[in-house]
Nanobody, 126 residues
């Protein structure tokens, strides 16, 4: 079973930047992605990337501000999310996820992901 461990969350002022990282203990499958959840609200798929051949997907709310990348050299799989131009509405718990299903290549939907990290909090103040 692949384990995912996130790091890099924190607090920042609006307009600032943060970088999230997620290390996978094994082969992640077809995709890795980032999701976020605010208590009382529906979760949102933020960004995803194909594990073998790339191919990035972004939510409209983060396009142009967030960049996802995957470093799978040397048998390590480290997923990153560079977040620039942060806004208060980006405040959420961010989860790293991996998918064993090909559906993940065409959409960022939580139902296509079967392995989840524990989450890391991002707080953006105005």
């Amino acid at each position: 079973q692949v384990r995912l461990v996130e790091s890099g969350g924190g607090s920042v002022q609006a307009g600032g930047s943060l970088k999230l990282s997620c290390t996978a203990s094994g082969y992640p499958g077809y995709c890795m992605g980032w999701f976020r959840q605010v208590p009382g609200k529906e979760g949102e798929g933020v960004a995803s990337i194909g594990a073998q051949f790339g191919g990035e997907l972004y939510a409209d709310s983060v396009k142009g501000r967030f960049t996802i990348s995957l470093d799978n050299a040397n048998a390590k799989n480290t997923l990153s999310l560079q977040m620039n131009g942060l806004k208060p509405e980006d405040t959420a718990m961010y989860y790293c996820a991996a998918s064993a299903y090909r559906d993940c290549l065409v959409a960022i939907t939580s139902g296509a992901y079967n392995i989840w990290g524990q989450g890391t909090q991002v707080t953006v103040s105005s």
